[in-house]
């Protein structure tokens, strides 16, 4: 009897043993041109340069309530799983109804539910270090501090934020 390898080589092995290794793309990641398809010549290129393309609202509130849904119900009895929700669009997310997914994982030990979102920059406008001390007045006006000595709360702040400040700069 005689056997024949059927076995293909695998040009991007991701089951590997041993220490992992940087294999080069040998196919482009763009077949064509913007003229073959609904990317223009910019998406195209954007996709070529990182590999991968983001569609915001690729799918609807509904479709995303449904997939997770269906996926937290497969989880079994006593289990303890997380389910990463990957390039979720914000508003989608917002839309998913929470307490629907907690009654379809009702049978797992714990389950947490993390998305990362699509297309969120996290841009933080930081104060002016001058600005900090009126910001402290305003602040420290608006709490109750029943209990406390007012005056020296506030003046506690100001000496902690002159010194923040002279480190910074000096």
Known sequence: MTSTDT????????????????????????????ADGPFDPAALANHDTKGYTVLPQL?????????????????????????????????????????????????????????????????????ELASMPAQWERYIGEQDLTGFDRERVTGLGRDYLARAVEESTG
């Open 7 to 34: 076995r293909i080589e695998d040009g991007y092995p991701t089951r590997i043993s041993g220490t992992p290794e940087h294999l080069p793309r040998t196919h482009p990641t763009v077949w064509g041109s913007g």
């Open 59 to 127: 799918l609807s509130p509904a479709e995303v309530q449904t997939q997770v849904i269906d996926r937290v119900a497969s989880v079994e009895a006593g289990a303890v799983a997380r389910l990463f929700i990957d390039g979720v669009d914000p508003g989608a997310y917002r839309l998913l109804d929470l307490e629907a997914v907690r009654e379809a994982g009702a049978a797992a030990l714990h389950l947490k539910v993390e998305p990362s979102f699509v297309n969120v920059q996290h841009m933080t406008e930081l104060p």
